[in-house]
């Protein structure tokens, strides 16, 4: 992705749709369970989504960007017959006076024109510092949230970031793209790229030297600065050349949040566009390899024998914050990404093998027909399961 970007806007790269999709599935995931909970406060049932980044809506060649999408996912949601969310506000910020115009130009066309809609939109012309107190207030009397913040490059300020979010409840989620790569040429540097990573992220330059411990920095950062979130998880992303996708780790995409839905929705996704991208022509001349070590089952035995008797939501907190990186998933797919689907399928292992025993009524944890495990989906669910490592 370009520093700044003179033809950023003309058409996406793949790498980019990529980022988009996990976007757009998180946010209707995280919608959809507001959706289905009414009345939370005084405020009704709210939800706000803010864009720090919006750039210009779409692309030249029509392809949405992360404002229209969320807005069609916004409205969406408002229809769906099971919807209980009274009012969903946009707060779309973008700092290019002539982004902006696009911006408004683009979106006119999804814009509901009914007075009484219940979707509204605001987009605010300037750095997105500038908007917090605006922000703040708007989060202040809305029960649920979404902030995405999806800068070129290190744009991000963290300490803005930290100021203007950290006193926000959980039951607002924060998704943020890092430009792994452009981070890391700045090792090596002075004390000017010192401060830019610094800034950028949270961490010092050392700890670029070794791509995972990169990642996993930036993700403590992450969960540090937002401490009062259950999940800090990265997946990432590959960038593309020419068209062609990549096997690389070069993007990183952290989301913070509190829900044990949103992060396996999150985590679903991610999957699929791997499988996807296996199935496709480009890449189909590499198979997944037979993980013969099982990542996966090896970090849960490693969980378990440290800290058995443990909850399956402990559990799974620490598979989910652990990095997960593109590169890996593309060779091993399902023994490296800790969703409900793959850690139940390791878990069955280990229970058929007489290694574990878990404490869970039969519907909770098992399917009744099958015998086999059913996927654990909320953070109640996850509480109630205990496991025991007797290996
Ligand atoms: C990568 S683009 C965003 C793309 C957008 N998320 C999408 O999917 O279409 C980043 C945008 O952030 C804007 N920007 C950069 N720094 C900013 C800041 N401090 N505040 C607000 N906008 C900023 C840039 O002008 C650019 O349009």
Known sequence: MPNNSSNFFDQPRNHSLIKLRVFEDTLKL???????????????NSFCYIDLFAGQGKYSDGTLGSPIIALETCNRQIENSNNKLTKIDLILVEKDESNTIKLKENISDYIESDVNSKVSVEIISDEWELAIPKIKKKLSVSDWGFVFADPFSTELNISHFENAFKLFSDLKDYLILFNFQALRRLMGGDKVCQNIIEKCCGINIEDLDHSEKGFRKIQ???????????????????????????????????L??????VINGFLDTYEKIIIEI????????????????????QKIITVLKEQSPISYEEMAMQLHNSFISWKRALQFLRYTIPNSKNINDALYRLYSEGKVRISASENLFYRRTKGKLKIVKTNSAARKIQIRYTG
Do not use: C, H, M
């Open 278 to 297: 296996k199935q496709s022509q480009t890449q189909r001349s590499l198979p997944f390899e037979p993980d013969e070590s099982n990542e996966l089952l």
């Open 256 to 261: 913070a949040t509190s829900s044990f839905a």
């Open 220 to 254: 403590e950062s992450i969960r540090n600065k937002l401490n009062f979130k259950k999940y800090a998880t990265g997946v990432a992303i590959t960038s593309s050349r020419k068209e062609k996708l990549l096997i690389s780790d070069f993007f990183f995409l952290v």
């Open 30 to 44: 995280a919608l959809a369970i507001a959706g289905r909970i009414s009345g939370l406060s005084e405020f009704g």
